[in-house]
């Protein structure tokens, strides 16, 4: 549902310039699903063609991979997942390049991007990883934004198994800082914010696991090291059980949560704000928001998939590139 969803958000903005990459057939097919005016669809070639659009326009980027027929609803094979692999890079180059201020994407499908072999795909677990190393950002952070609450993660694709080990304090500490500056970026002064325990009940002081005692406590204190020389000014508490840490947060007696793997975080991000929480990518040298849910191919074709979500990203990503230009 990617491409309905793209349009119709694109369609509901006001007051920036959006520029769609992909499939122009599917995207006008898109647009007549989600009843958008063909002519608001405009083909752009650069940035004065883009700089020049007609409120209310929207630009199909002219250097799009373009499938070979178009896909059938709901059913993606290997060319349709190097396509969307290609879509991911060629808008990441338009704003790395100062074409376009701030990328937002769409749901993409992991499992047709890495099994499509497509150079590069084989590696695919998401855009976060696939941006940090095409970008070669130093360090980067997932986290998701809404109204009711900011969180980022520690850990992301990474199975549960594998997540105590992957916890450490240099990784506490990048989720937190990045944290405190998206906050700061959000207009929060001296953000609040909450480093969520990975064991039940805080690992009750050891008896549940010890990740709080030797992880998560160090890297607290790094993260405030870190803070105090590069800001902004934070309070940073915890380790907080997680339970506890997200309720303070959706009351409003804190301004984030650091959790410690994905569905920690996930699952109170989407039972508060889903539809509307934007997932974020925190280090990169660009701006990247995206929508918070996945490709739901069961709605492709519909023309009632929620846009919402990707109204929110591009909202989002608008405000986060303001303030990185000031």
């Not at 020049?52 to 199909?60: D, F, S, V, Y």
């Not at 099994?115 to 980067?140: I, K, Q, Y």
């Amino acid at each position: 549902m990617g491409p309905e969803v793209a349009v119709a958000g694109a369609a509901s903005v006001e007051g920036a310039r959006c520029v769609l990459v992909g499939d122009e057939a599917i995207t006008r097919r898109a647009a007549r699903l989600v009843r958008v005016a063909a002519r608001r669809l405009v083909v752009v070639d650069g940035r004065a063609a883009i700089e020049e659009l007609a409120p209310g326009a929207i630009g199909l980027w002219a250097g799009s991979a373009r499938l070979s027929r178009p896909s059938a609803f709901g059913r993606p094979e290997a060319e349709d997942g190097a396509a969307q692999l290609a879509w991911i890079d060629a808008a990441t180059d338009l704003v790395r390049e100062g074409v376009a201020a701030a990328l937002v994407t769409g749901p993409a499908s992991k499992h047709a991007i890495a099994t499509s072999g497509a150079p590069g795909s084989a590696d695919f677990l998401g855009h976060t990883e696939h941006l940090g190393r095409r970008l070669r950002a130093r360090e980067v952070t997932m986290a998701f934004a809404s109204g009711k609450l900011v969180t980022a993660l520690v850990t992301t694709h990474v199975p549960l198994r594998e997540v105590p080990d992957a916890v450490s304090p240099r990784e506490v500490a990048r989720a937190a800082v990045w944290l405190a500056r998206l906050l700061g970026d959000l207009g929060r002064e001296r953000p609040r914010v909450a480093v969520a325990a990975l064991n039940p009940h805080a690992g009750e002081g050891g008896l549940l696991g010890d990740e709080e005692q030797v992880r998560i406590t160090p890297g607290i204190r790094l993260a405030a090291r870190r803070l105090s020389r590069s800001g902004p000014a934070a309070e940073l508490t915890g380790p907080v059980g997680a339970e506890t840490a997200f309720r303070l947060a959706a009351r409003g007696a804190l301004d984030g949560v650091v959790a410690m793997y994905h569905d920690q975080a996930t699952i109170p991000s989407k039972l508060l704000g889903f539809g509307e929480a934007v997932n974020v990518t925190l280090g990169l040298p660009i701006v990247r928001t995206s929508v918070d849910h996945g490709t739901a191919y069961d709605l492709a074709g519909t023309g009632r998939a929620d846009p919402r979500g990707m109204r929110e990203a591009i909202v989002l990503a608008a405000q986060l590139a303001a303030a990185r230009a000031r």
